[in-house]
């Protein structure tokens, strides 16, 4: 089976950092993904990791430790357009699941 | 920039009918999937799809639903006798090797009455 947990909702203001923690537990693991998702539209890549570690991407970071079954995405200088659903995402080789979702809502 | 693409973006049916969501991935990626958003609920895995055949299915697939790939360059989701409770967002993805991220199509949105 798999179990993947995320918070529900954060909230933050315009210019700030929100880390988004996951927990996972999952049947085979190759590596982690975050997407973002906007109300009514597709997921959206933002970021990959496979080694234990911080992988760094503009204003967008995660980190991952396979031992601890334990991933973050920090999202910094947050902008209004950062309003979204983030989506973190254990896979295997043949399946990418998707935790629930954590809702970000930027204030200005 | 390659994208995936899905037809029809809405579709409405009648209970029981059969429906057939057609996607079209990154022409060469070689791993497929679809999933499903039932409105203000998470992205739900279906079926991954590989090397012509499915690699892995979830207990939401069963024996109502089915994949093809029957061209080369379609996949296709198809629903025997749809139920109320398949109205949801279907979503089709596509990714070129195992550890790359996967490009999701814009989704259809079933409706069924």
């Known amino acids: 089976g798999q179990n993947i947990d995320q918070p529900t909702e954060m909230t933050a203001t315009e210019g700030a950092i929100v880390q988004i923690n996951c927990t996972y537990q999952?049947?085979?693991?190759?590596?982690l993904f975050w997407y973002q998702q906007h109300a009514g539209e597709a997921p959206t890549f933002l970021s990959y990791n496979v080694l234990d570690g911080l992988e760094e991407k503009g204003r967008f970071s995660s980190f991952l430790s396979r031992s601890k079954g334990y991933s973050y995405l920090l999202l910094k200088e947050l902008q209004m357009k950062d309003s979204a659903s983030y989506l973190c995402a254990p896979h295997n080789d043949y399946k990418l699941s998707f935790g629930a979702g954590t809702t970000v809502t930027v204030r200005a | 920039e390659p994208e995936v693409t899905q037809t029809p973006s809405h579709q409405v049916t009648q209970m029981g009918q059969e429906v057939i969501l057609r996607c079209v991935p990154i022409s060469n990626h070689l791993y497929f999937y679809w999933y499903r958003q039932i409105l203000g609920q998470k992205v739900e895995f279906l079926v991954s799809f590989y090397n012509n055949e499915i690699s892995e299915k979830s207990e939401i697939f069963d024996d109502q639903f089915s994949v093809e790939r029957p061209d080369g360059s379609n996949f296709t989701l198809k629903i025997r006798s749809t139920k109320l409770e398949d109205s949801a967002m279907y979503f089709c993805?596509?990714?070129?090797?195992?550890?790359?991220?996967?490009?999701f199509g814009q989704g259809t949105r079933l409706t069924v009455v």
């Open positions: 993805a596509s990714k070129i090797q195992a550890n790359t991220e996967a490009f």
């Open positions: 999952t049947s085979g693991f190759n590596g």
